[in-house]
């Protein structure tokens, strides 16, 4: 696969045939967590850029996802997110589990009637 490619995975099929895919793609229901992702992750160590969309995180899962990346995707150098319904104040505990973590901001973003939510990401709202 060339270095440009993006492929976005279904975390529902369980026959990982990528072992050597260096970017991915992945937007999660929130009734999944994270738990699929990181068996997926286990099985890509070439991985280098890494982006993941889901809701309702915890800071146990910001910790378990900090584990992962270190131990299963030791290559990886681009993480971006977005995590909606996600509030972790202060923001300076996910910047410290991992170097990857240190472009994390959280966020308030307004829905039409007042509503909002927070979301930790990378990207610009």
Known sequence: ????????????????????????????????????LYVLLSYLPFLRSLYIACDNLTITDFEQLAYVIMTCTPQLNSFNCSFKQTCIEPIEKLHCMSPLFRH???RRVEWGGGWHYHCITTENL
């Open 1 to 36: 696969m060339s270095e440009d490619m993006m492929l976005t995975v279904s975390l529902n099929n369980k026959n990982f045939q990528h072992q050597y895919l260096i970017h991915l793609h992945a937007t999660m229901n929130t009734c999944n967590r994270l738990d699929d």
């Open 104 to 106: 994390m901001k959280l």
